[in-house]
């Protein structure tokens, strides 16, 4: 598994962001709307697991580190 690299702040943006596109994609109707849950579902899974792969592979991290 990942090491978490999500700080606070990014995982409450994420989240909010989740739930929105989760919304548009009841709200809109269309052959590409179901984007907009694919996107939330993975907005609200990496908020909720707290790690990015993409992060990961990048080397990123918000997440504060103690020392």
Known sequence: MFAKNIGQTDRLIRAIVGVVAIIAYAVVSGGWSWLFLVAGIVM???AALGT????ALLGITTCKTKR
């Open 44 to 46: 609200l899974a990496t």
């Open 52 to 55: 990015c792969p993409p992060y």
